[in-house]
């Protein structure tokens, strides 16, 4: 597949270098943007990219562009706000978080309403049913439940950990734990930001990855913290809930961590099963595909790493080779694999069996992409799965892409490029195996 | 620290046993006994124990100085490659004896006999001599601190509270998000557990600044320097190692950037001048020198003493008043633009261990220079004693 990698970064070639042309001509196709196009969608706030335009227009033919995937961008949400850390979407609504108080609601590419937390700098947003949790720098977890008669209205309804528990654990001595050098603090309260959070819908555990070298497991019903685990020697940066039990945790200390979840009557406790991996760069973060069956973890020197499931075993399965700095965060959905990196762009790689395929290179964010949400997209065709990624950066905006999971017919491709002159083989992201 | 951080140089790029041609480590509050700092530390890194080393001291600019030193013999041939380096604990100052106590004892040590030892022990004694004496970050000629003098000059440049707290919250989220990108990854080394520097606050708000009180001046009302605005004293430790290009190509290091000039001014802040408004005075004379404007810079590097001295230096290169009065420019410098200020925060939200804040910022703007493939950044220090000390670096 090394030719097909070649040529499909090629199209992403063509699509950067298009870009930075298109920046001066008007896009006017108004179906392909319905952001732009209606004034009563319109909002200040919108802003549509010059990139939005299908690279390969106007220079394909028809019978060309029928075979060519809609992969691009779709528009960029400004607030101007702060720098965004994170992000999460369900059914076509978008929550971002940024280092302001705003949490900020997205619906059809406008801004829907928005709510203020007390603590700024949210740095993990998890949808559940009609909850949102947020993580945030001060090491709390805060819980919003919507209001089912108006879904702007969001209303703070609890905190993890909960005022009283805070209050009970505090009396008792052997509740305090020493979390840096002459300083404890309950075990219950994360001790340092709160970087990553995952849900276990199956079991109603929340997982809270931080700073602080732990990862806690609060049960959602009652806000209880059922576990803390002392899990690496520097800050935890990544934490993910998977199938049957186990859990993956990543760290700046440069390991990935497998636990395995045991219950015993009312306790659980998170058993240390393997490390899968030890190096010199931080784990910077970590994703799952839906089935369990494949890990990937990105980390500071650009690289993902990523394991596969064999006889129930996880083996070490290849690299991929796709940015010039830190990976920040990673998605899987479907087919792709998306890696977000400080160089401003995002990798689409598709997966077919045990090989990875770069399909492209998003760009366009001008600061480092730093978190990563995915959507199916429900208006999909017949045999071509869309999917709609939103991309939160420190250039303080958020990007709408849509990316198929079709890889482009690379002739057409190769000879558009041709005939565009602008060709380049070499400057590819690869995948190693 | 400053072991630590040189040892760190030393890992970082192989150095063990290797002699430098010179180790420039400087520190502001010192104890006596760190006379030797630069060579007592430099023994303990790895170095080779046959490296020079020299301890230096400008106030806060003492890191960059260091750096202009090195780079200096650098380029006149003398040697091939050094490290300029800084460290300061404004955590555990050294606190001294007054100067009846210290007269009696060096007294009592000269004398011979006992007997002469304990008259003059006991000589007019009084218990007040007992009491320590704390060092000061007052100017000596004005008994003013810094941060008063910043206050008169916010006065007369007319910054304002809003424009300061403002200047510093972007300075505290610039830093939370270069921690996030992993900037730091590869320039911070942990030290006794610390991994990250701990005045930062990602979030901070403009309202939980405007809460805080003037820090300076309590009574006229008209305060508007605050701890939230200031830079806070802190520790910490700072090394670069500077080479020439042979060098650096023997040894199959990368070059990030290149140091290519200095220069260094002193106001007369006694008699009236802004005490923190030398950069003013120096960078003319850089860019007149190297034939650029104000403008001709991808990063500024301006060191957050306050938030009111970056902002009133810049006020002042943008005055055609103080430019063609002050500087004897026909023209103002004109503005910078503020998205290539102090892209990852500076010391309103990293801290200020006074020396080492120069070999920061030159890390840091040279790792900046590197990711960006090509460039130039200014680097602009404000010191005690009313001096300045500036650089440009390229790629």
Not at chain 1, 102 to 115: G, L, M, P, T, Y
């Amino acid at each position: 597949m090394r030719g097909g990698e070649k040529r499909s970064t090629n199209m992403l070639d063509n699509s950067i270098s298009n870009k930075s042309s298109s920046s001066s001509s008007e896009v006017d196709d108004s179906s392909r943007l319905s952001c732009e196009g209606s004034p009563t969608m319109m909002s200040p706030w919108n802003q549509t990219s010059p990139f939005a335009k299908p690279p390969w227009t106007p220079n394909f033919s028809e019978n060309m562009s029928q075979n060519v995937p809609q992969s691009g961008l779709i528009c960029s949400l400004v607030r101007e706000e702060g720098h965004i850390y994170s992000l999460a979407s369900k059914d076509g609504t978008l929550y971002t978080g940024s280092d302001s108080k705003n949490i900020r609601v997205w619906k059809n590419k406008q801004e829907f309403s928005a709510f203020k937390s007390k603590s700024g700098l949210v740095k993990a947003i998890i949808i559940s049913g009609d909850k949102i949790y947020t993580g945030h720098q001060d090491g709390k977890v805060r819980v919003w439940k919507i209001n089912p008669n108006d879904l702007s209205m969001h209303k703070r309804s609890g905190t993890f950990p909960a005022f009283f528990d805070i209050f009970k654990a505090s009396i008792r001595p052997k509740n305090y734990v020493e979390v840096k050098r002459n300083r404890t603090a309950i075990w219950i309260k994360h001790a340092d930001a709160i970087s990553c959070l995952s849900m276990n819908q199956e079991k109603g555990l929340l997982y809270s990855a931080s700073w602080d070298r732990t990862f806690k497991v609060w049960r959602v019903e009652d806000s209880k913290c059922l576990d803390s685990v002392k899990a690496h020697e520097d800050a935890v940066n990544s934490v993910v809930s998977s199938m049957e039990g186990i859990v993956y945790t990543g760290s700046a200390d440069g390991t990935v961590k497998v636990w395995k979840r045991e219950q015993e009557g009312k306790v659980v406790r998170h058993v240390l099963t393997r490390t899968l991996l030890s190096q010199e760069s931080a784990v910077t973060a970590l994703a799952v595909n839906d089935s369990g069956s494949v890990v990937y973890c990105g980390s500071s020197d650009g690289i993902v790493n990523f394991w596969e499931m064999e006889k129930e075993l996880l083996s070490h399965s290849g690299v991929l080779k796709g940015h010039k700095l830190a990976v920040l965060c990673l998605a899987v959905a479907g087919k792709l694999v998306f890696s977000g990196s400080a160089d401003k762009t995002i990798c689409v790689w598709r997966r077919e069996g045990a090989v990875h395929t770069c399909l492209s290179v998003l760009a366009g964010h001008t600061g480092p992409v730093k978190c990563l949400a995915v959507e199916e997209d429900s208006a999909v065709e017949a045999g071509d799965k869309k999917w709609v990624v939103y991309s939160g950066s420190l250039d303080k905006s958020v990007k709408v892409w849509k990316v198929s999971e079709i890889v482009p017919d690379m002739d057409r491709m190769a000879l558009m490029q041709q005939n565009n002159g602008k060709f380049d083989w070499k400057s590819l992201p690869s995948a190693k195996y | 620290m400053s072991v630590k951080v040189l040892g760190a140089l030393v890992e970082r790029y192989g150095l063990h046993g290797v002699e430098l041609g010179e180790v420039a480590l400087g520190a502001v509050i010192k104890h006596a006994s760190d006379w030797n700092l630069a060579r007592e530390a430099l023994l303990s890194s790895g170095l080779a124990a046959t490296t020079p080393g020299i301890t230096t001291a400008r106030a806060c600019g003492t890191s960059l100085d260091n750096a202009i030193i090195v780079a200096n013999k650098i380029a006149v041939g003398q040697i091939e490659a050094g490290i300029a380096a800084g460290s300061d604990t404004t955590s555990d100052v050294p606190i001294v004896y007054g100067t009846r106590l210290r007269k009696r004892l060096l007294a009592i040590n000269r004398a011979k006999a006992p007997l002469d030892k304990l008259k003059i022990a006991l000589h007019r004694f009084s218990l007040k001599e007992l009491k320590p004496s704390f060092p000061g970050v007052a100017e000596p000629r004005t008994g003013k601190s810094m941060g008063d003098h910043c206050e008169q000059m916010a006065k007369q440049w007319q910054v304002g509270r809003e424009a300061q707290d403002r200047l510093a919250l972007d300075s505290h989220r610039k830093l939370a998000a270069a921690y996030e990108a992993g900037f730091f990854e590869d320039l911070i080394v942990p030290f006794r557990g610390i991994r990250r520097d701990g005045f930062l606050r990602p979030d901070s708000s403009l309202e939980k600044l405007a809460a805080l009180k003037p820090a300076f001046d309590k009574t006229s009302g008209r305060g508007t320097l605050t701890a939230g605005n200031s830079t806070g004293l802190s520790d910490g430790a700072a090394a670069v190692l500077l080479a020439s290009e042979d060098w650096a190509a023997q040894r199959g290091l990368k070059v990030q950037a290149w140091f290519r000039d200095a220069e260094v001014a002193a106001v007369d802040f006694v008699h009236g001048e802004g005490l923190l408004m030398a950069p003013t005075v120096a960078v003319p004379r850089l860019l007149r020198r190297n034939g650029l404007t104000l403008q001709d810079f991808d990063y500024y590097e301006i060191h957050e003493a306050f938030a009111a001295q970056v902002l009133c230096t810049l006020r002042a290169w943008e005055s055609a008043d103080y430019c063609k009065q002050r500087l004897g420019l026909d023209a103002p410098l004109g503005a910078i633009d503020p998205a290539k200020l102090n892209v990852h925060g500076s010391s309103l939200a990293v801290g200020h261990p006074f020396a080492a804040t120069g070999a920061r910022i030159v890390a840091t703007l040279a790792k900046l220079l590197e990711q960006k493939g090509s460039g130039r950044g200014l680097i602009s220090i404000c010191t005690a004693g009313g001096m300045g000390v500036t650089a440009i670096l390229e790629r």
